[in-house]
């Protein structure tokens, strides 16, 4: 694209591949100028010198053991999320349903442990909230994949309507099932009999979270990577026509991807409720369904380093807690400088595809 | 027994802000930019919107027109300029325009909430909240004589300028995209920009303006909110989810901004009617009747895309890049 | 032609494509009144030069001249200001417009926009020169034709003087080009300068008064038309003597394989695409299919493949012991492993049957990965044929771990087609397979698919270029309008036969 009114001097034009270590390279600057970005900023509203805001921030995230376990559970839930919208991502499906997925994951894992709490033993009960979160989940993803594959609605929107269904969804159930009558909300399920808590590995709150999470992230790069149906994502969400060329049945393929997306948001939605929270509320979610989105496409679909864009998201916000819970200020901080990433994270992508190059003006009679 | 005519007033402020919204991001979508991040920029509008207000209050004596002008101005300085992030990040650099407008969204919804829960500690000012009754005031007037008459006034005259505004501007977009030239070319830039570039039309430049215009009337519904609905208190995550809603309202208008009028008040009396409906003491049904916003939208979604109407289609680059040389 | 003067001139004009040398040094003149063809092979840059004419490209080296007065063309608006018009090969058009607000679009005409008023000027232009066009139409309603029309009513519109039409007569009907040729030429009369690329001889022979010929980006000479013949043109293009000769080995033993009856095919809208066509494919020979674009041949192969749901009529295989079964029904993937196997080409070459992110091992199992019980896909198989491909076939290639889309067009081409020849097909059905390749290529696929059919393979081959049609099929089915004109032999048939079987069904004139 040239410029129209005279020179041409700056060419852009697409790059071929770039070495992964130059990509990263240039990945790695961009994160760097961001925290710096980001230091000045809070340096600026709270007075404190840049370095001590990065002191802050690490103290936040990894100052205590218990941080340190708060941490990786976050990191756990968020990076389960991100895995779960990647097969959908790779075929371009956009989902930003996550949230909505998450959350009627949740409701089921609750509906279980409340409605069967007493009636069960615990470990079928915990199979059927495994199953039944999973199932939950995977049909609110479903749906607007049949819609997508039958009329190809768009799924952009289908999905973040359906968030909004399921937060509906749960804030009646949970009006329904309050505890006491009148409170608004649920309060802790089954505190006295502990029945449906995902068991506790020794006194480790959060690891069980953790290992599922590490087992999942394996398991889906080798999906991704390995087997047929990965192969088959992949040739869809490169070009339909193809797909249809070769005999994939892509309007399978979507559905049964996005039910398998959806599916594994609905394990978030348990590991939150059946393994720490213990109760649903309709901000269960806190909008990992989105920053999910952003975690998979910054780590380009590849699920190991999923896990270090999300490491970098969730230290960012315990970081930004701890700022402001230092400073008294509001705790939306965290969500300005994930933006920031952000920004400059989406913006280095062009420097990675696009080559710019100074060209000698060589067009004559100007 | 339903009251309609105190229904359809609030029915209607409820619907403004969406109104807004959905102005805005049509136009930026007939330039072929799918703006998810209008949710934040709804809220970076609004709270920009309270902090022009609180300092111009906080400067003690207060003139109407300034008490209007100030919050006005700095609302459009501040969706501006998520608008030009949008479109430089988009535009310039070519990114995903999902991937940024959803990073623009939790962007700005962080942006107004933490400024509007930190702007009394940073200031050091003394008051308990932020309360802008002076300037709501002035953005709630309205006109004298609308209360003497009766039921009519209640209904179309009770409303502060904004929403005057809000439906002025939707009726010229429409205007503007159906009958003039610059309408006829954002809308062949939004549908295939290699063809409009082949025309000799700017697409750069098209695509900024239409995406800052639009985020800068999507601000509006922001300020909107804060300032006429919510009398000058901000709230944090008072606004809530209008801005999903303003882009599902986008669909459900068919890309037509005058559709959008009678749509936003439609979608507004959605949003609110659990609180006419009589459900005696069972509240919880109440929160079903919320699900109807969206269930509405994901019919209308539906219906579309089965009947697959041409003239009701997205916009055929909608979300995509353009780059010229890629061919 | 020799006292008018030369309204565009172009000197010198390098355009570079990363190592690319798409135009190297080029002159080219082109008058006022007259009719110019611009030649070459594809690939030889006709279409790169034209579009620094009209503002799509800016030459890195050279100059135009406009009306002896020297140019820069930035844009395609710059161009519309020197009076420059091209009407693409891919039409520049928004579909949901009507024909009127595409013609107006990007114009800055003073005062506000009036449609009724542009529909006028629009009808006074069509009136002048014999076009017909509705100025309200919706384009996604249009014809080829139409909105080819609405492409040259557009420039005209914009009073441009200088008309460049990239390969028009492609997508058209022979009447169709007949009446485009008809107002071209009114145009010229009119004074108007014109330039039209293609490679069609006989189009070149009928239509301009003057030809240019460029060859690997490089201007070899141009000549008046009537001084001039086909031969010699061929020759300039190609840079040697050339001689289209293909070999045609006479079948050995054919069978019947594939019986087609009263098959009839509908697309999704509705129109029907195959009216009631039957024949029959034998083994070991080449059954060509011709007929202009858009007849059904893509249907016709599809429907084969199982891609396209038949409303009437059967297909059968038939196995080498003479078992017939039925393929209607069957979904693709079973009808692949009858040995039944497709390589379409189409129009962007990749998008259907490769994916152009993939590397070359990917892109072999395309077809085969689902074999076996495995849950996880095998690729060392692929790889090994990957590389079987890459060697026989001499395909271009750093590797097999090379995204496809890196790669030319015609090793693309060669790697589609030797993957479905690598599967041992028993009928292979391929379609344009020499599309857009040079003439060095393309001989090679020919030989690839000789091989295949002296190897007993039936081959079902849909064809462009006639002339390649008559000289290597042993059969020709000629399609019109979706039914099947009929079927003559490949050895002695005539090209006007064969042209006039296209246009019109049984080829006969009425009466």
Known sequence: MANKS????????????????????????????????????????????????????????????????????????????????????????????????????????????????????????????????????????????????????????FTLMMNYVATQLVAFMVIVWEVPKGAGKIGIINQNTEAGWLPQIGSYKYLLNI???????????????????????????????????????????????????????????????????????????????????????????????????????????????????????????????????????????????????????????? | ????????????????????????????????????????IMYVGGICGVIGAFFYEQSGNVNGILAVLIPLLCCMLGSLLMGLLYCFLTVTLRANQNVTGLAMATFGVGFGNFFGGSLIKLTGSDVPSIALSATSSYFRQSLPFAEKLGAFGKMFLSYGFLAYLAIVIALVSSYVLKRTRVGLQLRAVGESPATADAAGINITRYKFVATCVGSMIAGLGGLYYVMDYACGVWSNDAFGDRGWLAIALVIFTIWRPNVGILSSILFGGLYILYLFIPTGTNLAVKELYKMLPYLVTIVVLIVSSMRNKRENQPPESLGVPYFREER | MENSTAVVKMRNITKRFGPVLANDRVWLDIYKGEILALLGENGSGKTTLMNMLSGIY?????????????????????????????????????????????????????????????????????????????PYQKIYNMSVSQKQTVEIVKVLYRGADILILDEPTAVLTPQETEKLF???????????????????????????????????????GDMLTKMTNAQEMTNMMVGRPVTLNIERPDPVNPKPRIEVEGLTVRDPEGTVKLDNVSFTACSGEILGIAGISGCGQKELLEAIAGLQPAEKGSIRYVTDDGVREELIGKDPLSIADMGVCLSFVPEDRLGMGLVGSMDLTDNMMLRSFRRGRSFFTDRKNPRVLAEKVVKDLEVNTPGVSTPVRRLSGGNVQKVLVGREISSAPSVLLTAYAVRGLDINSSYTIYDLINQQKKSGVAVIFVGEDLDVLLELCDRILVLCGGKVSGIVEGRGASKPEVGMMMTRLGGKTNG
């Not at chain 1, 930003?96 to 089921?108: C, D, M, S, T």
């Open chain 1, 211 to 366: 290992l599922v999470v590490a087992a999942l992230t394996v398991v889906m790069y080798f999906y991704l990577t390995r087997s047929k149906q990965g192969y088959e994502i992949s040739v869809v969400g490169e070009s339909e026509r193809t797909a249809r060329y070769v005999g994939i049945k892509v309007g399978k393929v979507i559905v049964r991807t996005m039910m398998i997306s959806g599916g594994l948001c609905g394990l978030a939605g348990l590991l939150l409720v059946g393994g720490t929270d213990h109760t649903i509320t309709t901000t269960i979610a806190g909008g990992r369904g989105f920053t999910a989105v952003m975690v998979a496409w910054l780590a380009k679909f590849n699920p190991f380093t999923m896990v270090f864009t999300s490491f970098l998201l969730v230290f960012l916000s315990r970081g930004a807690s701890e700022i402001t819970t230092i400073y008294g200020l509001n705790h939306s901080f965290g969500d300005i400088l994930t933006g920031i990433i952000l920004f400059f994270i989406i913006g280095s992508e062009f420097f990675i595809n696009y080559r710019l190059s100074f060209l000698k003006n060589t067009g004559k009679g100007e």
């Open chain 3, 58 to 134: 800016f030459p890195d080296e050279g100059q135009i001249f406009i009306n002896e007065e020297e140019a820069v063309i930035r844009s395609p608006k710059d161009a519309f200001r020197y009076g420059i018009g091209m009407i693409h090969q891919h039409f520049k058009l928004v579909d949901v417009l009507t024909a009127a607000e595409n013609i107006v679009l990007g114009l800055k005409e003073p005062g506000r926009l009036d449609m009724d008023k542009v529909a006028e000027k629009v009808k006074r232009i069509c009136d002048a020169y014999g076009f017909d066009v509705d």
């Open chain 1, 6 to 157: 005279g020179r041409s001097v700056l060419h852009i034009s697409k790059r071929g591949a770039l070495p992964w270590y130059a990509a990263w390279a240039i990945r790695g600057a961009a994160i760097v100028l961001a925290l710096i970005v980001s230091g000045v900023f809070t340096a600026a509203l709270t007075g404190l010198n840049p370095l001590g805001v990065y002191a802050a921030m690490i103290q936040g995230a990894f100052g205590t053991e218990r941080k340190v376990w708060i941490l990786g559970q976050n990191l756990a839930i968020l990076l389960c999320v991100s895995l779960a919208v990647t097969p959908a991502f790779k075929m371009r499906f956009w989902n930003v349903g996550g949230e909505g997925q998450i959350l009627i994951g949740g409701l089921a894992t609750a509906a279980c442990m409340i409605l069967l709490g007493d009636k069960i033993p615990n470990w079928l009960l915990i199979i059927v909230m495994v199953v039944s979160s999973v199932l939950a989940g995977a049909i609110w993803g479903g749906i607007p994949a049949i819609c997508k594959a039958r009329w190809n609605t768009n799924e952009t929107l």
């Open chain 3, 182 to 220: 008809a107002v071209l030429r009114n145009m010229r009369d009119d004074g108007k300068a014109i330039v039209i690329i293609t490679h069609k001889m006989h189009e070149v022979e009928e239509l301009s008064d003057r030809v240019a010929i460029l060859r690997h980006g490089q201007f070899v």
């Open chain 2, 1 to 40: 027994m339903f009251d309609f005519v105190s229904f359809f007033p609030r029915a209607v402020m409820q619907g403004i802000p969406l109104l807004l919204g959905a102005t805005g991001e049509t136009l930026t979508e007939k330039s072929g930019n799918l703006n998810l991040g209008i949710p934040g």
